[in-house]
């Protein structure tokens, strides 16, 4: 299965860590959460809102105390129809990184794979949590109920070499014949990896290694799309194809 659907009902909604829930149990807040339950969003002893896990289950919480939360029963929400949705992207300079995982994150991505290519603009693994920390509050706001998984940045040749992340795979390619949406079979498959390239286009023989690995080449038509701006159109474009934006 692929995402889970957005909920419709706009309770305030807070994505703790799995393990820190049981359903009937007294949750204690950390720092920085009950900072944002108390300090942004004013929330009183008493109030209610939504605890998610991040992979699929929902408890009903109170606040008894700026410190603590009392849990319902865990509730396991409906999937997103379509397919799980990868994108494998080269990191992207400065704010932009930032706008990127928090659209692909309202979008419905499924998980994140950030890739160093010969042409890498930035080669910082240090801000992992960074950009997960970017992830979770992208899904707390815009009501995913499963948490895209954002894997650690690795060389786009050592990520090859692991096992296929998706049943279809296609390559962004400003040069391609093929549009992306030309490419898609109308029954949707279980997953699907998107994979974009860094700022200065994908080296001569990254694309040689890429066509050989079985990966489709495909464009998203006769503009020039900026690297963080290329993964979000196919993103929409997978969405709108094989699940339910639109």
Same mark, same amino acid.
């Given at each position: 299965?692929?995402?889970?659907?957005?909920?419709?009902?706009?309770?305030?909604?807070?994505?703790?860590?799995?393990?820190?829930?049981?359903?009937?149990?007294?949750?204690?807040?950390?720092?920085?959460?009950?900072?944002?339950?108390?300090?942004?969003?004013?929330?009183?002893?008493?109030?209610?809102?939504?605890?998610?896990?991040?992979?699929?289950?929902?408890?009903?919480?109170?606040?008894?105390?700026?410190?603590? &939360?009392?849990?319902? $029963?865990?509730? =396991?929400?409906?999937? /997103?129809? *379509? +397919?799980?949705?990868?994108? @494998?992207?080269?990191?992207?300079?400065?704010?932009?990184?930032?706008?990127?995982?928090?659209?692909?994150?309202?979008?419905?991505?499924?998980?994140?794979?950030?890739?160093?290519?010969?042409?890498?603009?930035?080669?910082?693994?240090?801000?992992?949590?960074?950009?997960?920390?970017?992830?979770?509050?992208?899904?707390?706001?815009?009501?995913?109920?499963?948490?895209?998984?954002?894997?650690?940045?690795?060389?786009?040749?050592?990520?090859?070499?692991?096992?296929?992340v998706a049943e279809l795979r296609l390559l962004l390619s400003p040069s391609a014949d093929v549009a992306l949406r030309d490419? &898609?079979?109308?029954? $949707?498959?279980? =997953?699907?990896?998107? /994979?974009? *390239? +860094?700022?200065?286009?994908? @080296?001569?023989?990254?694309?040689?290694?890429?066509?050989?690995?079985?990966?489709?080449?495909?464009?998203?038509?006769?503009?020039?799309?900026?690297?963080?701006?290329?993964?979000?159109?196919?993103?929409?474009?997978?969405?709108?194809?094989?699940?339910?934006?639109?």
């Amino acid at each position: 299965m692929g995402q889970y659907a957005m909920e419709p009902q706009r309770m305030t909604r807070l994505i703790v860590d799995s393990d820190r829930l049981l359903p009937g149990d007294e949750l204690t807040l950390q720092p920085d959460e009950a900072h944002y339950l108390v300090r942004v969003l004013r929330l009183q002893p008493g109030d209610s809102l939504h605890v998610r896990d991040g992979v699929g289950g929902q408890f009903k919480a109170t606040l008894t105390d700026p410190n603590t &939360l009392q849990l319902g $029963a865990r509730k =396991s929400l409906p999937a /997103l129809p *379509g +397919p799980a949705i990868h994108l @494998a992207f080269v990191p992207v300079r400065g704010k932009r990184m930032d706008v990127l995982l928090e659209k692909a994150t309202e979008l419905g991505v499924s998980a994140l794979h950030p890739l160093y290519s010969s042409r890498s603009v930035r080669r910082d693994s240090a801000s992992h949590q960074r950009w997960s920390r970017i992830v979770r509050a992208a899904a707390q706001q815009s009501g995913v109920a499963f948490e895209p998984t954002v894997h650690k940045p690795m060389a786009l040749t050592g990520w090859l070499e692991a096992p296929s992340v998706a049943e279809l795979r296609l390559l962004l390619s400003p040069s391609a014949d093929v549009a992306l949406r030309d490419l &898609l079979p109308a029954a $949707a498959p279980r =997953s699907v990896c998107v /994979l974009t *390239g +860094p700022e200065g286009g994908w @080296a001569d023989d990254e694309i040689h290694v890429l066509r050989q690995e079985g990966w489709a080449e495909c464009s998203l038509g006769s503009l020039v799309l900026r690297a963080e701006t290329a993964p979000l159109a196919a993103l929409t474009v997978l969405r709108h194809r094989l699940s339910d934006l639109g």
